[in-house]
């Protein structure tokens, strides 16, 4: 037992050397290691033609020093696809000669963007001329309505004679978020956003763009999303104003000054339509939003060829066709039988079997914990219906089993094929379960029910959802991934607590209660 101890101690011991070592000298940092969230965008864009020429246009998104596009795919066979630069950003043009049906369209794309945020020097002042690419940005037009004498006015009570840039643009900025916001219905150009007092993120922006244009300062108009996981047909527009030669945004819809966060998506710039299209067709589209998490630039450029690097081994699969997302799930997986251990030898939770709460953990990745759960005990009820006429027939084991499963298979199918007409697309994914592992959980459940009773099945079930809960969060946790991916030697440590589990001989914590009278 002291021998296991030493040897325990050592493999704990080790990865902190190492860890302090890269970066004491190897030039690691939390900066270059720590993941980036990437989002996962597809736009679905679908039309009912009546026997006459249909063509969709729509702004795609382009790299930039605050968003990185990666991965583009377009999905389009019933459509010929083409590709133009425009002065307001890049357009993706559908078209089909003689559409009479339902005709459909996809692209999609990945996105890791930054947040931004920008200083202004408070004594800064209005610039009297600008070169004459930039004029463009001062002038009135139809639905920026710059010199209308009630936006004179306006400007006039709010900002004064004052010619301090930040002083202006705080006025500007302060009015318009204070105005009240509602839902997008249209176009609300500038006037009527100040005449309502109300307006959508494009009313407010064209009344923030009036307001800075009078006061000789250039602005524009940017629409774009706000990435977020789920499906959305909402896009989103905010402000660019152009203060010492740099575009600096603001959003006086979220209260975003001079600062932009990392999930806001730049699709064109100017005041724009999203989406044009052929008169008289049925059009719809919608945003499909996933996020994942995606390896630091940094981490795979600068460090890759440091010792103990985890991208080594990555490449070497990559280079075999293993994709890396089954490998963040082959290292995180042991963090999931962790807990669970600890939960077992240490707590005192009782679960369905040893590593189904890490398992169930691993699937939820993809459906969220919810749906996760509900998916558990779908099966779980689902299967014991099934256990009891099954027993009640004499039904073999092996054989009850392999018609337990087959109806798992088609619950699962038929959940998934719902959860597509129904857009809940995180619980189609339903199919990730490791399904053969639930089966026999679920007939476990089933057969506790007969030997021990409803209740203590019941509560196995709930400790087993506990723990997969918690092993859920800890095998989701950014910075739990972040760790394991720049220092894998952290597994020794890993091996290291489960030796020093195994020899756990003290009181289990839920024991202290259950025990609690004859401790005293």
């Given amino acids: 037992m002291h021998r296991t101890k030493i040897i325990a101690a050592i493999l704990i011991l080790i990865p902190c050397v190492l860890i302090a070592l890269k970066f004491s000298y190897w030039n690691y940092t939390f900066k270059n290691i720590l993941p980036q969230k990437k989002y996962e965008v597809g736009i679905d864009l679908s039309a009912t033609g009546f026997n006459q020429p249909v063509s969709i246009s729509t702004f795609l998104p382009q790299s930039d020093s605050r968003q990185t596009i990666i991965d583009e795919v377009n999905n389009s066979h019933q459509m010929n696809f083409l590709v133009e630069q425009t002065s307001f950003g890049r357009k993706g043009n559908w078209n089909n000669p003689d559409a009479s049906s339902n005709i459909s369209a996809n692209y999609s794309f990945g996105f890791i963007g930054k947040a931004i945020k920008y200083v202004i020097d408070t004594s800064l002042q209005v610039p009297t001329n600008y070169s004459l690419a930039i004029n463009e940005y001062l002038v009135a037009t139809e639905n920026i309505q710059t010199n209308h004498p009630e936006?004179?006015?306006?400007?006039?009570?709010?900002?004064?004679?004052?010619?301090?840039?930040?002083?202006?643009?705080?006025?500007?900025?302060?009015?318009?978020?204070?105005?009240?916001?509602?839902?997008?219905?249209?176009?609300?150009?500038?006037?009527?956003?100040?005449?309502?007092?109300?307006?959508?993120?494009?009313?407010?922006?064209?009344?923030?763009?009036?307001?800075?244009?009078?006061?000789?300062?250039?602005?524009?108009?940017?629409?774009?999303?706000?990435?977020?996981?789920?499906?959305?047909?909402?896009?989103?527009?905010?402000?660019?104003?152009?203060?010492?030669?740099?575009?600096?945004?603001?959003?006086?819809?979220?209260?975003?000054?001079?600062?932009?966060?990392?999930?806001?998506?730049?699709?064109?710039?100017?005041?724009?339509?999203?989406?044009?299209?052929?008169?008289?067709?049925?059009?719809?589209?919608?945003?499909?939003?996933?996020?994942?998490?995606?390896?630091?630039?940094?981490?795979?450029?600068?460090?890759k060829s440091h010792p103990f690097n985890a991208y080594q081994l990555w490449e070497l699969f990559e280079s075999i066709g293993i994709p890396l997302g089954l490998l963040k799930i082959i290292l995180l997986l042991p963090i999931g039988a962790l807990i669970v251990a600890l939960f077992r030898n240490v707590i005192g939770l009782k679960t369905f079997g040893v590593f189904l709460p890490a398992l169930i953990a691993v699937a939820s990745r993809d459906t969220g914990l919810f749906w996760g759960l509900i998916a558990f005990i779908i099966v779980i009820g689902v299967v014991s219906l099934i256990h009891f006429p099954?027993?009640?027939?004499?039904?073999?084991?092996?054989?009850?089993?392999?018609?337990?499963?087959?109806?798992?298979?088609?619950?699962?199918?038929?959940?998934?094929?719902?959860?597509?007409?129904?857009?809940?697309?995180?619980?189609?994914?339903?199919?990730?379960?490791?399904?053969?592992?639930?089966?026999?959980?679920?007939?476990?459940?089933?057969?506790?029910?007969?030997?021990?009773?409803?209740?203590?099945?019941?509560?196995?079930?709930?400790?087993?959802?506990?723990?997969?809960?918690?092993?859920?969060?800890?095998?989701?946790?950014?910075?739990?991934?972040?760790?394991?991916?720049?220092?894998?030697?952290?597994?020794?440590?890993?091996?290291?607590?489960?030796?020093?589990?195994?020899?756990?001989?003290?009181i289990r914590v839920i024991e202290f209660f259950r025990f609690k009278v004859l401790l005293k």
């Fill in 151 to 303: 936006i004179n006015k306006l400007f006039i009570d709010l900002i004064g004679d004052t010619k301090n840039i930040y002083i202006i643009l705080t006025k500007i900025h302060n009015y318009t978020q204070s105005l009240k916001p509602r839902p997008f219905k249209g176009v609300t150009d500038a006037l009527t956003a100040m005449r309502l007092g109300e307006a959508s993120c494009n009313g407010k922006s064209r009344i923030f763009i009036a307001l800075a244009r009078s006061a000789n300062i250039p602005s524009r108009l940017v629409g774009g999303l706000i990435l977020e996981s789920g499906v959305k047909k909402t896009s989103h527009q905010w402000v660019e104003i152009f203060v010492q030669n740099e575009w600096i945004p603001f959003d006086p819809l979220n209260d975003h000054f001079a600062t932009l966060p990392h999930n806001y998506l730049t699709l064109y710039k100017g005041d724009q339509f999203l989406f044009s299209h052929t008169p008289n067709i049925n059009f719809d589209y919608s945003f499909t939003i996933k996020t994942r998490l995606a390896s630091n630039p940094l981490l795979q450029n600068e460090l």
């Fill in 390 to 506: 099954l027993e009640k027939w004499g039904i073999l084991y092996t054989p009850k089993l392999v018609i337990m499963l087959v109806a798992v298979v088609i619950l699962f199918l038929v959940v998934a094929f719902f959860a597509i007409e129904l857009n809940i697309e995180s619980l189609a994914y339903l199919a990730l379960f490791p399904i053969v592992v639930l089966t026999i959980s679920a007939e476990k459940f089933a057969r506790t029910i007969t030997e021990d009773g409803f209740v203590p099945a019941l509560g196995l079930t709930f400790q087993t959802l506990i723990v997969s809960s918690l092993a859920y969060v800890a095998m989701n946790s950014d910075s739990m991934e972040a760790s394991f991916l720049a220092f894998p030697e952290l597994f020794l440590s890993i091996i290291g607590i489960n030796l020093l589990l195994g020899q756990w001989i003290g």
